[in-house]
């Protein structure tokens, strides 16, 4: 699995660099937000899990932004995860986004009557590519919950 995220992650550095074009997709004041699906390999050795997420992100300059997310996740644990990140952008230009991410999260699940949630960090980066009225995004994050779960996002936002 280390390896596959590895070179997923190479690919989403080369496309990254790739541009010549100088034209900024985000810019301070810019609020997004949307949803997709999420896949975590799970927590503890439970067996990964497919959820769906809503997010949002505000910039607070053209650099740095701030956002949260909340993921559902349909198992039969009732997971839920509550994830508050910041994100710097290091590519930021050809309708295309490249950035990394640091954050706290909160993960509860229940299962037979049972209840337990768990707090730890994030660490992870993602890539947007812009269309004309909405923005593709894929984000790969580790947590620091117990069994260092790694989650993979797929979505989209809306700017308003």
Known sequence: ???VLTVLFAIVISVGLSSNATAQV?????ITAGGGITFTTGVSGASGEIGINV???YSITDEIRAGAEFVYFLGDFGFTVFNIEGHYIFKNE???VLYGLA???IW???AFGFSSSTSGLNLGGGLE???DSVTLFSEAKLSTIGGTPISLSGGVRFRF
């Open 103 to 105: 954050g706290i999260g």
């Open 108 to 110: 509860r699940w229940s």
């Open 55 to 57: 997010n949002g992100n």
């Open 1 to 3: 699995m280390k390896k």
């Open 129 to 131: 590519y812009e269309l």
């Open 94 to 96: 050809d309708d295309l």
């Open 26 to 30: 985000v810019q301070e004041g810019d």
